[in-house]
């Protein structure tokens, strides 16, 4: 039988930064209950929440 070689690449870009913030309690509450409710990662709901904000704001000029 022949052995099969395992290739290893180098890590690429996955088009994800990571960096921290810092937010209320009251907000990582909030963003606990509604994993917990839907299935998904703390993670995958800041993404969401962070997209929908970023496609919804309007920047108001003085």
Do not use: W
Not at 25 to 33: G, L
Not at 44 to 54: S, V
Request: proline content about 2%; hydrophobic content about 30%.
């Amino acid at each position: 039988m022949e052995e099969k070689t395992l290739v290893i690449r180098p890590k690429g870009d996955d088009g994800y930064r990571t960096f921290s913030v810092r937010v209320k309690r009251e907000i990582v509450e909030k963003i606990e209950t509604i994993a917990k409710q839907t299935g998904r990662t703390r993670n995958e709901l800041i993404g969401i929440f962070l997209n929908y904000a970023a496609d919804h704001c309007e920047v108001e000029n003085k």
